[in-house]
């Protein structure tokens, strides 16, 4: 059995790695902490998860005990991996962040967005970014993984197809994308508050968001140029999902689109692009590590729309941590991660 540490158990994106690991064959929760609920029962807790994994109890981070695991995932505010990770990695821990800490390339760009100096820019040489349709053979055996944010999931499989196809303008590309309230943590905030968000929508980060220079970063990659992107992300009244409605100029009217995104994702098996025509919605990946598609040309035009559907919590988070642990320890990538959406 592989022994896996989490630290950061409490939040909601640790709770679902522990709930996604519990039917994982292979995957054994060994540790998991929190600060505030040391020594309290995961399984009092979290009603949810009683009857298995009645004998584990929150602890302290420890990093001796961490350092003794196969598997540390990260699912802690950014920051925290960049404190740990060089001492985990020496004792031949692979790391799993779930976090922004290890995403993007540049430690001066991490400072800018993040409001504080890279923490361990030396470990940048070696961590990968874990989003396995663009990077998988790079994933296989790597230590320490950067698992991507959930609005960058979503946009980028969403235009990936265009870019590496050189079909879409890369000057104008529009990613409006819209989240759900767990997106934001399980921390107590104002703007969390069900007085809050139900029954009202609002955009925010409209004049630069932190997940816009990871965004770009990846759709540089695929475009193999510089990329020109207006990303507007939603606070929307649902607990999960995210939905991105992507705007593309294809001046290029020959090829058959829905054909391309087909034959793209044709072998990935968390990327569901959906008959030509189609809606995805969010419910419809509620709890699944599955991206829906659908590509539309609205009208004949140069304007290509692609719609884009993710659980924030899943595909978004710990659904793919997992997908790249298995990756990286040459495990089938869908062990685990197997089981269909909640909803239709
Ligand atoms: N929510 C989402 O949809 C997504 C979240 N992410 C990212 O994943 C990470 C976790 O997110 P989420 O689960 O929402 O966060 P939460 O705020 O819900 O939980 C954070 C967890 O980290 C622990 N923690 C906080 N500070 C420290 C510290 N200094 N040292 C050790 N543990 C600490 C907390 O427990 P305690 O204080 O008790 O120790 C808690 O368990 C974040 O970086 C987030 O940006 C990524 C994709 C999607
Ligand atoms: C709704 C909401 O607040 N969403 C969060 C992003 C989700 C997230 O956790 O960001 P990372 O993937 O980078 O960790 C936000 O806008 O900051």
Request: include cysteine.
């Amino acid at each position: 059995m592989i022994k896996i540490g989490i630290v950061g158990g409490t939040g909601y994106t640790g709770v679902e790695l522990l709930r996604l690991l519990a039917t994982h064959p292979e995957a054994h929760v060994e540790i998991i902490t929190s600060r505030s609920e040391e020594g309290v029962r995961v399984a009092d807790m979290y009603p949810n998860l009683r009857g298995h994994y009645d004998d584990l109890a929150f602890s302290v981070p420890d990093t001796a005990a961490l350092g003794r695991c196969d598997v540390v995932f990260f699912a802690t505010p950014h920051g925290v991996a960049h404190a740990l990770a060089a001492e985990l990695l020496a004792t031949g821990t692979r790391i799993i962040d779930l976090s922004a800490d290890f995403r993007l390339r540049d430690a001066d760009v991490w400072a800018k967005w993040y409001g504080q100096p890279h923490g361990a820019p030396e470990l940048l040489g070696e961590a990968v970014y874990g989003l396995p349709e663009v990077n998988r053979e790079a994933i296989r055996g790597a230590r320490l993984i950067a698992v991507p944010g959930c609005y960058p999931t979503s946009v980028q499989l969403g235009l990936i197809p265009l870019l590496e196809a050189g079909l879409a303008r890369t000057d104008n590309l529009i990613a409006d994308c819209k989240s759900g309230v767990s997106g934001a943590g399980r921390g107590a905030k104002v703007s969390s508050l069900f007085g809050e968000t139900t029954e009202s929508m609002k955009a925010y980060g409209v004049a630069g968001h932190r997940h816009l220079p990871e965004i770009s970063q990846g759709l540089q990659r695929a475009a193999g140029a510089e990329v020109g992107l207006t990303f507007v992300p939603h606070l929307t009244p649902m607990i999960r999902g995210i939905h991105s409605t992507l705007y593309a100029q294809v001046p290029d009217h020959s090829v058959d689109l829905q054909k391309l995104f087909a034959e793209r994702y044709a072998n990935e098996p968390f990327v569901d692009v959906m008959p030509a025509g189609s809606h995805p919605e969010t419910r419809s990946v509620r709890g699944a590590n599955v991206c829906r598609l659908a590509v539309h040309r609205p009208q004949g035009g140069d304007l290509v729309v692609v719609l884009s559907v993710i659980d924030n919590l899943v595909k978004g988070a710990s659904g793919q941590a997992i997908q790249n642990m298995n990756i990286a320890l040459g495990l089938d990538e869908r062990m685990g991660l197997a089981h269909p959406a909640l909803m239709p």
